[in-house]
């Protein structure tokens, strides 16, 4: 359904354009006036304070929302920050993990090194140990050795002097007294056999003192030579256990400096991996801080964006309202226009059959009193005449009678004519009023459209497109698409283009017929119409064609009828 304006009123051909021309500037003007009235009356109801209220509240939802959004892309920023920062802690300290792991296995090993090198020298202390029994038992052996030389010298030097006491004691006593007198001294007895037998004796003595001392000269060489042997390895074995003792003290030395360097590397770098491991818990500290915030700070955002949507429903409803009460008011100023426009135009239309009505009781007065001064004055000429012909009459009495007789045949036709002329306007007039009675009781004012069945009435229904029940403001005719559509009678042109509900359309104006005002719409033609506004049109002649767009589910010719702008059931005018 398409609401159209009303339009002008006017008749049939190049009057009715005159007339629509001169009664729509007033029609105008009455609706301007009404609705400046009616937009006056609403304009506080559209001044809500409530939506300036809803706007001064969503401009600053809006400001708090790009603050939140700064904060949130300053907080992201910070976020990255902290953790690139913290991505090259942890490189660092992977790094330092690294060398420390490198370093404690430095240590392991110098650890390793030391309990060797303690292992070593403890090793070198037990060597030095043996090294120092062996000393011991060296010495012991040198003393013993010694004491052994000693007594091998004082055998030796008893031998030597008992053997020389008897080789100076034989070689002073020469033979066997030295002999006798050596046993003598030996035994003491001075018996001559005992002597002899002595004398013997002796002699194994002194070569038994001799043989002993060659050997006690020999085993004092072999027990001298074995105390240099044991001598020479005392002194190798000091030798050996002093440099055994200060190679294993060095050794342990640098063990105990690398282990004290590498520990101290260590503890150095436990440090730092602590420092790091500090340094690495602030940033994530603060990193987890700054995505609480920026977590914080979204929903914030969320909270906004949900605040903003609410308030747009309610800038929107409150928009919804004011324009619901706007057009209202409009309706209302629009209804009241059209009111008054339906007044005004009936005062008119009174007006105006009033006049015309007085206009013509004027030219039947006229008309009455020019008869009447054509009667007297042709009673005034038929008296002149009478008097002329009396006059003559005296002179030509068969003249007058003829002339008389001339005169009244004359008269009669004058008064024939007269009374004929007067018979056909009553004829006239009556036959106009009879057609227009019968056109107010009867159908056929205006023609079918186009062709095809009608599809659906004039009524309320439920619409196919909208799906809701609401007027069907006129009829639908069903013919295929691209059939012809023409004007239903004579009018012009009062708009042709599209409108979102009935697609291409024409509206025609037929001016003012049984006292109202009376268009056609004819609307979904195919295409753009083949009229312009303003263009007079005669019935039959093509607008367009049928189809399918606007708010349509098929091809077929949507046609309306309005009195003074009020859909009626196009019926009542086919």
């Given amino acids: 359904m398409v609401r159209t304006p009303r339009p002008g009123s006017g008749r049939d051909g190049a009057a009715p354009v005159r007339r629509v021309t001169a009664y729509r500037p007033r029609v105008r003007r009455a609706l301007a006036l009404a609705l400046v009235g009616a937009i006056g009356v609403a304009t506080p109801a559209l001044a809500s304070g409530e939506l300036d209220d809803i706007r001064d509240r969503l401009s600053s939802v809006e400001d708090e929302r790009q603050r939140a959004s700064t904060d949130r892309d300053s907080s992201a920023e910070q976020v990255q920050e902290l953790g690139e920062e913290l991505e ?25 090194v030391l309990e060797e090198a303690e292992l070593d020298l403890a090793d070198a202390e037990a060597e030095t140990a043996r090294i120092e029994g062996e000393l011991a038992l060296a010495r012991e052996n040198e003393a013993q050795i010694e004491d052994s030389l000693q007594q091998v010298a004082d055998d030796r030097a008893d031998t030597s002097a008992t053997v020389g006491a008897i080789a100076r004691q034989s070689y002073k006593q020469g033979g066997m007294g030295s002999l006798a007198t050596t046993l003598e001294l030996l035994s003491g007895e001075a018996d001559a056999v005992d002597q002899m037998s002595m004398a013997r004796t002796v002699l194994r003595v002194q070569d038994q003192q001799i043989r002993q001392l060659a050997t006690q000269a020999a085993e004092q060489v072999a027990e001298q030579d074995r105390l240099a042997g044991v001598r020479s390895d005392i002194a190798y074995l000091l030798a050996k256990a002093e440099a055994n003792v200060v190679a294993k003290e060095q050794a342990r030395a640098a063990a105990d400096a690398a282990k004290a360097e590498l520990e101290q590397r260590e503890a150095e770098q436990e440090q730092a991996k602590a420092d790091l491991e500090t340094e690495k818990a602030k940033v994530e ?21 949900r605040t903003k949507d609410g308030l747009k429903e309610q800038e929107e409803a409150e928009l919804e309202r004011i324009e619901e009460a706007r057009r209202q008011a409009e309706e209302e100023a629009r209804r009241k226009a059209e009111e008054e426009a339906r007044r005004q135009a009936a005062a008119e239309a009174a007006a105006k059959r009033a006049a015309q009505e007085e206009a013509a009781r004027q030219r039947a007065a006229e008309r009455e009193a020019q008869r009447q001064r054509e009667a007297e004055a042709e009673a005034q000429r038929l008296r002149d005449e009478a008097a002329a012909a009396e006059a003559a009459r005296r002179a030509e009495a068969a003249e007058a009678e003829a002339a008389a007789a001339a005169q009244a045949a004359q008269e009669a036709a004058a008064r024939e004519a007269a009374e004929r002329q007067a018979a056909e306007e009553r004829a006239s007039r009556q036959a106009e009023e009879e057609r227009q009675a019968a056109a107010a009781a009867s159908s056929g004012i205006l023609s079918a459209p186009t062709s095809g069945p009608v599809t659906s009435e004039f009524g309320d229904r439920f619409h196919p497109v909208f799906q809701t029940w609401r007027l069907h403001a006129g009829i639908d005719f069903g013919p295929g698409c691209g059939t012809p559509v023409t004007a239903a009678a004579d009018g012009v042109v009062y708009t042709a283009g599209f409108d979102a509900g009935g697609g291409n359309m024409v509206i025609v104006d037929h001016g003012v017929l049984r006292g109202v005002n009376l268009t056609s719409s004819y609307l979904h033609l195919q ?17 367009g064609y049928v189809g399918t767009t606007g708010s349509s589910t098929g091809c077929h010719l949507h046609f309306e009828t309005r009195e003074n702008g009020t859909p009626v059931n196009p019926r009542t005018w086919l």
Wanted: hydrophobic fraction near 45%.
């Fill in 285 to 305: 500290e603060s990193l987890a801080a700054e995505e609480e915030r920026a977590q914080a700070l979204e929903q914030e955002l969320a909270e906004l964006a």
């Fill in 88 to 112: 090259h802690t942890s490189a660092e300290l992977v790094a330092a993990d690294q060398r420390l792991q490198e370093t404690t296995a430095q240590v392991d090993q110098a650890r390793v």
């Fill in 527 to 543: 295409s753009a119409a083949v009229v312009s506004p303003g263009q007079a049109v005669s019935r039959g002649q093509l607008l």
